[in-house]
């Protein structure tokens, strides 16, 4: 496996873009775990859309959505779990996760999870366009909170952890140049700002 990843790193088209083929390796390791910090009470548990508990939330730092910050606001929007009873406009449960970071642009990790109608069933959006509006997330690149497992407890300090199985196959593809969830930006900028060929 070892010398397969060395081929593959040091032997694909010459090797210029190498160093964009082990920056998005890097990215897709840190997609796999969560492990972040936040101020807020109660408790969730979530299995893709699957979704219960009584939970007010807002994350501020850690590792989320192939992001690490140390740096407190760095995530935008929140958890707001309420079970069984629909709470105003947010129904029975909502999970705005927006990282704020030119770490996460182009990889499409943000996402806004709402239960409107029916409780522990999260449908997944995505923003568009400039004045808030939302569509279904149904792109290769938008699946990856449907493989989702993580969890969320405290009062005053949250802690929030988890694992995504669809981010592990994911990872594991890019070494033999497979994009599930197409979000390996490094080497389409490469393939962007390459001057073309003269023939």
Same mark, same amino acid.
């Given at each position: 496996m070892v010398l397969l990843c060395l081929v593959l790193i040091f032997g694909c088209g010459g090797c210029a873009n190498s160093s964009a083929f082990i920056r998005d390796r890097k990215n897709d390791a840190f997609d796999?775990?969560?492990?972040?910090?936040?101020?807020?009470?109660? #408790?969730?548990g979530r299995v893709g859309p699957l979704h219960v508990g009584l939970l007010v939330n807002h994350d501020y730092a850690g590792l989320r959505g192939g992001q690490y910050s140390r740096h407190w606001g760095d995530y935008v929007g929140g958890d707001i779990d309420t079970l069984i009873i629909p709470f105003w406009a947010y129904g029975f449960g909502m999970d705005d996760f927006g990282?704020? +970071?030119?770490? +996460?642009?182009g990889r499409n990790k943000e996402y806004? #999870?709402?239960s409107h109608y029916v409780p522990f069933i999260y449908m997944f959006e995505k923003p568009r366009g400039t004045h808030g509006e939302t569509v279904l997330a149904l792109s290769r690149s938008e699946l990856h909170p449907f493989t989702q497992i993580e969890g969320v407890v405290g009062v005053g300090i949250t802690i929030r952890a988890g694992v995504n199985i669809g981010e592990i196959i994911?990872?594991?593809?890019?070494?033999?140049?497979?994009?599930?969830?197409?979000d390996d930006i490094e080497e389409k900028k490469l393939l962007v700002?390459?001057?073309q060929k003269t023939k």
């Open positions: 796999v775990f969560t492990v972040s910090v936040g101020k807020g009470f109660g #408790a969730k990282p704020d +970071s030119v770490i +996460s642009a806004l #999870a709402w994911d990872a594991i593809l890019g070494w033999v140049g497979v994009d599930l969830y197409d700002t390459s001057p």
